[in-house]
């Protein structure tokens, strides 16, 4: 193509010096009209714009960039190269967010090289470094060069929320690069190594190291072999390490861009990590090994010191800390190392950490008065008394956070209830906490100026009076989950009183003035303490509720006919007495409705106390409820569902990810079949009861590629092995109870070729004898979960094998033969003081029954 544009002779030879040279000098074409260029048409056409528009319509982009950049190079236009690196260098200092695709930097990165561009390399690595986690998140991430990817994690800009995601992210580019052609093969695997050797796997979590060895066998074994050394004990190493001044590879990546700080799952993790990544690089060895072996239980105002003197690095961007599943952090240093390092911090989360006290909280809402949301969420599965539960740890930190606790108190750290501090908190997580008791509520009220949203979910020791005091002061509240609780009448009676503070109280409805007028969330499943006249009076009073679990309660058909709400989103009614006459009035009011749970609400088949025939329209009725105004995500049923046609269920399914199917319906099997045409997004499925055969099911693990659980329970059918021979790359959870007698230990072994578990539950297969432990902890070494029950004589022998999964947080061995021998094994675990065995990480739930 052929361009031809007048321009200033003048300015040409002015700005550029290849018209300089060529128009202004002896060349032939200094006398001619016009001039004929070998430049690339678009770059050409850029670089004239540039100069001969006006400078306020014409900007610099990442579309126009390379163009701009080639053309400048080849007319050599000196102020244009200068305005180009200006603006790359800037595009990483404007924003902290990514504000350039990454499709765009990859381009650039091929471009330097082969037109002796240096800024480019230079700004590259540390603009993705920094934006990493949005990088990683990109499709283009696995195309990124592999010199480019190594500039990026080595720089010290290096921004993740975890060193989990930096992992995964190498993993899923090395998987990718294996399937490239564009290397050789001994390259590549040179690169995956050099790449995989850039994690400090001594801070990635336990079950997640013990997954990768899955495809990296080396890699994985040799990072669950340095978080069990270090478990043992971590602090003798971290002093090694500060002796040998090679503290790096220990310390959290904490930069100026940080946001987000997830640690959950590392046992291995101590307060000497999380102290050591604050502190600045350059302190002598000397002070370093002070510090590290000064953080324990006795010391906190001597270290407290020790902090101020070493002037701790401030990460004023970090919102988000979650410290889950970190059994050996001393809370008390960590309330000490969150309130010197994380100024700006706004959501902490410590589920599933039983050391974290009551009294802990309290001084965390003292130390650090700027967080507004609290999550200390522990297990809420129910534990029968007749279950042994081994624990190594508790007993001892227990007296720990006791002495905490008189550390804070001869402070004088504690407030007042009207202390102003207190204002921030809006969201507090307490769900499953047992140790919560009426006289904490109360203590709770302090927040009433600002608490919005509180989770006591199975916390048994709170009675109904103290729940309701705790309403009775925290009146803003609108978002509450009491599901297990001994929340009741009285609880009802003060969300549905009077309130004389209201803002509301001259609001055109009559229910304004109350409490539950306001409601946008409420969970009771299984709060048994409730009148049917008390949960009329209820549900009458929510006009805006959007989430609503009203799940094994007295609700019937009065109460139900009573909401009148039209916001909801969520709604599980799930094992009342409801029947269609008050449910579909619900559904046919909330076009919003995305999760539907009805399972076990055997009364949907009765209209005004009388069965309707099933060869009537009653179940097309139901069905045409829903599927005319809804479109769910998340449905539970189980009674009154059952459709005989696909297109029954499209388009109202369609969005569909969560779904289970339970006694009362049973689907037909072009159904089930369709299930993955029906809901393209789903991720779980659940079916109980239901007539299965190996077409369905293989079906369902070919075509359902988002499919990460998939449970089966007491399902009828002709399954066979060939069910699960096909590859299911997405599968977590599996859970065959009942419904695969068949299986052997070759079946066992083509399931772990097939899928990646972290849960498995086997029920009735009689055919599995002591090699399927082995089988099961080389296959998944990453299994979290694991339930056996009347499994043949897989524990004939012990159970040695299964704790070889050193992931595994809890077993369940239930009619399994000669568990006499594995009682012991379970003591020598616990008791063994050893220090040339290898450590092991008990599961924190072990239960067993003969």
Request: proline share 3%.
């Amino acid at each position: 193509t052929v361009l031809a544009v007048r321009a200033d002779r003048s300015r040409l030879i002015e700005s550029s010096s290849y018209f300089r040279a060529l128009l202004g000098g002896s060349f032939s074409e200094s006398g001619s009209g016009y001039v004929r260029i070998s430049c690339d048409l678009a770059a050409a056409v850029q670089v004239l714009r540039y100069l001969f528009e006006p400078p306020a319509s014409f900007a610099i982009s990442h579309h126009n960039f390379l163009p701009l950049l080639e053309g400048a190079l080849f007319l050599a236009v000196e102020s244009l190269l200068v305005d180009c690196e200006r603006w790359f260098r800037t595009v990483r200092s404007r924003n902290p967010s990514m504000v350039v695709p990454l499709d765009f930097i990859i381009e650039a990165w091929y471009f330097a090289p082969k037109h002796g561009v240096t800024f480019v390399e230079d700004v590259c690595p540390g603009y993705l470094a920094q934006n990493f986690v949005q990088v990683i998140s990109s499709r283009s991430f696995v195309h990124i060069p592999y010199d480019l990817l190594c500039s990026t994690i080595e720089s010290p800009n290096l921004t993740v929320d975890s060193e989990k995601q930096l992992c995964e992210a190498i993993l899923s580019w090395v998987s990718a690069s294996r399937q490239s052609c564009e290397q050789s093969v001994s390259n590549s695997a040179d690169n995956q190594l050099s790449l995989l050797s850039k994690v400090r796997v001594c801070l990635l979590p336990l079950g997640f190291a013990a997954g990768t060895k899955r495809n990296c066998f080396e890699f994985g074994n040799n990072a669950v072999c340095m978080i069990l050394n270090l478990l043992k004990d971590s602090l003798q190493t971290l002093l090694h390490t500060v002796t040998d001044d090679n503290l790096d590879s220990y310390r959290i990546r904490l930069t100026e861009y940080s946001k987000k700080i997830v640690l959950s799952g590392c046992p291995q993790l101590t307060t000497q990590f999380l102290y050591i990544s604050a502190l600045p690089t350059d302190l002598d060895a000397v002070f370093k090994r002070t510090i590290v072996s000064d953080v324990n239980d006795g010391c906190l105002n001597h270290y407290n010191g020790l902090v101020k003197k070493a002037k701790t690095l401030s990460f004023r961007n970090v919102r988000i800390v979650d410290l889950s599943k970190c059994p050996n952090v001393h809370f008390g240093a960590v309330i000490l190392w969150m309130k010197w390092t994380f100024p700006e911090l706004r959501t902490f989360i410590a589920s599933y950490c039983l050391l974290f006290q009551f009294e802990d909280l309290q001084c965390l809402l003292l130390r650090c008065p700027w967080i507004n949301e609290i999550n200390l969420s522990i297990d809420t599965s129910i534990i029968l008394s007749k279950y042994s539960i081994i624990s190594s740890r508790s007993e001892v930190r227990r007296d720990v956070n006791r002495n905490l606790s008189s550390y804070y108190m001869q402070s004088g750290l504690y407030g007042t209830s009207g202390n102003p501090v207190f204002s921030n908190i809006s969201k507090l997580i307490l769900e499953g906490r047992n140790d919560i008791t009426d006289m904490n509520l109360l203590e709770i009220s302090m927040l009433k100026s600002s608490l919005c949203y509180i989770n006591i979910k199975h916390c048994t020791l709170l009675t109904d009076d103290g729940i309701s005091t705790l309403l009775l002061n925290c009146r803003k509240m609108h978002s509450m989950v009491l599901s297990y609780t001994s929340f009741g009448n009285h609880s009802i009676q003060t969300l549905c009183s009077l309130d004389p503070s209201d803002s509301f109280s001259y609001h055109k409805d009559e229910h304004a003035h109350v409490m539950a007028f306001r409601l946008q969330e409420l969970h009771l499943e299984g709060c048994e303490g409730i009148s049917c006249a008390a949960m009329s009076q209820l549900v009458s009073n929510m006009n805006i509720v959007k989430s609503l679990c009203l799940r094994e309660t007295s609700l019937a058909d009065g109460a139900l006919c009573n909401f009148v709400g039209s916001s909801l989103e969520y709604l599980d009614i799930s094992e009342t007495v409801v029947s269609m006459v008050s449910l579909a009035p619900v559904i046919r009011r909330n076009s919003n409705l995305s999760c539907l749970k009805t399972a076990g609400c055997r009364n949907l088949l009765f209209e005004q106390g009388e069965v309707q025939s099933t060869s009537g329209n009653k179940y097309g009725r139901f069905l045409q409820e829903i599927t005319s105004t809804c479109y769910l995500e998340d449905v539970e049923m189980g009674w009154a569902f059952c459709p005989v046609r696909v297109d029954d269920l499209i388009p109202s399914f369609s969005k569909v990810r969560r779904m289970t199917v339970g006694l009362g319906t049973t689907l037909p099997e072009n159904i089930l079949h369709a299930l993955p045409e029906i809901c393209p997004f789903l991720e779980s499925l659940v079916l109980r009861f239901q007539v299965i055969s190996d077409r369905v099911v293989r079906n369902l693990l070919e075509s359902s590629t988002n499919l990460q659980v998939l449970c089966l329970h007491y399902c009828l059918g002709n399954l066979t092995s060939f069910s699960f021979q096909t590859m299911a790359p997405a599968l977590r959870i599996l859970r065959l109870q009942w419904v695969t007698p068949w299986i052997t230990n070759d079946d066992l072994t083509i399931l772990t070729q097939n899928c990646n578990l972290v849960e498995l539950l086997l029920s009735g297969c009689k055919l599995l004898d002591t090699s399927s432990q082995e089988i099961i902890s080389s296959g998944w070494p990453n299994l979290a979960c694991l339930q056996l029950e009347e499994c043949g004589q897989i524990t004939l022998d012990g159970v040695d094998s299964i704790l070889d999964c050193k992931a595994l947080e809890e077993v369940l061995l239930r009619h399994t033969v000669s568990m006499k021998n594995s009682i012991p094994m379970f003591n020598r675990a616990i008791t063994t003081n050893n220090p040339a065995e290898e450590a092991r990480i008990l599961p924190s739930k072990i239960r067993i029954s003969s």
